[in-house]
C-alpha cells in the first residue's frame, strides 16, 4: 500500500479490535489528517486517538477492501462497518 496516495480529509477503512474484547475485530472508517505532534506526517484520527499513517498499518480506500481483506484474514462473511 502506497500511503503517499492519501492526504488529509481522505477517510479510510481501518480494522478496529475493541480494547476490553481482544478476540473480536471490526472494521471502522477512520480520517486522514494532519498529525499534530509531526505536521509533516499524517496520521489517522480514530476514536479521538492519532495513529501515525505507517505501513505498520492495515489501511484500506473503500469499504469493500476492507470486508474483503476482513474476511480472508478472519473467515467471516457478516462483517460490517461500525459507525
Do not use: C, W
Amino acid at each position: 500500500m502506497d500511503y503517499q496516495n492519501y492526504q488529509a480529509g481522505d477517510i479510510v477503512y481501518v480494522f478496529y479490535r475493541n480494547p476490553h474484547t481482544q478476540d473480536v475485530a471490526n472494521i471502522q472508517a477512520a480520517a486522514v489528517v494532519n498529525n499534530p505532534e509531526k505536521t509533516d506526517e499524517l496520521a489517522i484520527f480514530l476514536y479521538e486517538n492519532y495513529y501515525p499513517l505507517s505501513n505498520e498499518m492495515a489501511v484500506y480506500s473503500t469499504e469493500e477492501e476492507a470486508n474483503q481483506a476482513y474476511n480472508y484474514y478472519y473467515g467471516n462473511d457478516s462483517v460490517g462497518i461500525l459507525e
